[in-house]
């Protein structure tokens, strides 16, 4: 989505699927829009919080005794972790292909449960090949959810409104920080219950969570806007109205070549490249945070609790940075001001010997780190014209983009204890290369947007052509880049 100035903002209506249409006078379009997010987005929210608490409490376990209880050495806990994103790349795309194939209701629900058994069995490793395998399979069960989520709320929220709810939706994983950090100080006070090592503990109850959560998404959740049980038939009829104008009337169907668009998309790979950059850091952060803490001079209880400022903080971020985007209508100054939020923080971490001054420097890390996430979600589901290559475009910016998850667990070694310097330095240069590609994203988006109005003005299109180049999705020059369709 390019970065609209406030000449095309007037030209390139922001409000067009707000609007209550003549037929529909009896609409109130922002109720429909508050019944969206009571009923999806504390349920999806709380999704997203249980999948990234079971990604990340392997953190949590670390300094609760796992590496010392199953005889890790040296970079074996880095590369248990990294494991998990070898699968977890690998089946994004064809998770979101299975999630349109064979419904949400039934997708999202049964991976989640799958993770759910895998973690419980994690509780049970006894040594490092034990753990890799077992990280192996849950990146596979986790693979689908993001891009998944993701991709559900795109089908529902009109683009003008989607970012602010991705930021919400997102902010799940920042929540599931300070509440793992939380709940992993209580449970560690339960080592040797049952005979169970405290870190087991951790597995397991978290696990059984997930579990009952999951087989209660069979029942609640909704598939698609047109089959929306809480909203009444005139409320459905405007919303699939509104998401058809939006997104000037793109294909639904279930096509190979919608697909292969968005694998030779060049915007994919762009995007694709500041999720990379982005990935590094955050993981980084979501996993090392408790070491990176415990090496500023803390004890390992009380850095579990000092998990939960940065993170809450970080949540809170990207909630306004979510709602700030949608109000400007614009993505990329979003995710630029994120990396260089971020850049300080690791700065900071960087250069200071202070226990206080370092632990400020991670609040300020995380306040840029996730909105930049949740922005950018929005940036590529914006983009992309049609159902499935917006499915595709999304697991392939979480799928190439978590390439940068494999990396980061490996920048924070146990040799470079307690600075851990390189780790630092790596996440600073991460953080500029998010400010140069997405100052360069804005212009190329900038410049396409520019290109499609001179076009539909050459040849006289409107609206009223969209049906025309339905098939096109965001070629058709009616489709325009960070805003609703192409009015008058």
């Known amino acids: 989505m390019s970065e609209l100035v406030q000449d095309e903002k007037r030209s390139l209506s922001l409000t067009l699927p707000f609007e209550t249409s003549p037929t529909q006078s009896d609409v109130d379009p922002q109720k429909v ?23 990340t409490n392997v953190g949590n376990a670390k300094i609760a005794g796992l590496t010392t209880d199953i005889g890790l050495t040296g970079l074996q806990f880095n590369l248990c972790s990294a494991m998990f994103f070898v699968t977890y790349c690998a089946f994004e795309v064809p998770s979101n292909v299975a999630l349109k194939l064979l419904r949400p209701s039934r997708w999202i629900p049964t991976i989640m449960f799958c993770w759910g058994i895998i973690m419980v069995s994690m509780a ?53 920080g300070a509440f793992g950090g939380l709940l992993a100080y209580g449970i560690e006070r339960m ?37 929306a049980s809480f ?22 169907a279930i096509r190979y070549e919608y697909l292969m668009q968005a694998l030779k998309n060049p915007y994919s790979y762009l995007l694709a490249s ?44 990207t909630i306004l940075f979510g709602i700030g985007s949608d109000r400007l209508g614009v993505r990329g ?44 979600l929005a940036w590529t589901g914006g983009n992309a014209g049609g159902d499935m290559k917006r499915g595709a475009m999304l697991a392939m910016l979480t799928g190439l983009g978590n390439l940068g998850a494999i990396a980061s667990s490996f920048i924070y070694r146990p040799q470079d204890s307690p600075r851990y310097r390189p780790g630092h330095a790596t996440n600073i240069a991460c953080s500029s290369m998010i400010a140069i590609l997405s100052i360069i994203a804005m212009f190329v988006f900038a410049r396409a947007n520019k290109q499609k109005r001179t076009r539909c003005i050459q040849e006289g299109l409107s609206a009223d052509n969209a049906e025309d180049y339905r098939e096109l999705g965001d070629n058709s020059p009616l489709y325009r880049c960070d805003t609703v369709c192409f009015k008058g």
């Open 33 to 55: 829009l508050r019944k969206l997010d009571w009923h999806l987005l504390p349920f999806l929210s709380l999704l997203y919080l249980l999948a990234y608490l079971d990604r």
């Open 124 to 176: 049970f490793v006894k040594d490092f090949v034990g753990l890799l395998i077992v990280r192996l399979f849950l990146g596979a069960a986790e693979s689908g959810l993001l891009p998944g989520l993701a991709f559900y709320i795109c089908l529902w929220y009109p683009r003008a409104a989607q970012a602010q709810r991705l930021a919400i939706f997102v902010s799940a994983c920042t929540a599931s």
């Open 191 to 227: 080592s040797g219950t049952g005979g169970l090592a405290g870190w087991s503990w951790i597995f397991l109850l978290e696990g059984l969570i997930t579990i009952v959560v999951a087989v209660g998404g069979w029942w609640y959740m909704d598939d698609y806007p047109e089959s």
């Open 231 to 252: 909203l009444s038939a005139r409320e459905r009829d405007w919303l699939v109205q509104a998401l058809k104008e939006d997104t000037a009337s793109s294909s639904k």
């Open 274 to 317: 500041i999720e990379f950059f982005i990935m590094i850091p955050l993981f980084a952060f979501a996993l090392f945070l408790p070491t990176i803490i415990v090496g500023l001079g803390y004890s390992s209880l009380h850095a579990q609790l000092l998990t939960v400022p940065p993170n809450i903080c970080g949540c809170l971020a």
């Open 333 to 376: 100054p979003f995710v630029l001001a994120g990396s260089l939020l971020s850049l300080v923080g690791y700065t900071i971490l960087l250069a200071t010997t202070a226990p206080t001054v370092g632990y400020i420097g991670t609040i300020i890390a995380a306040c840029g780190l996730f909105p930049s996430s949740a922005c950018l």
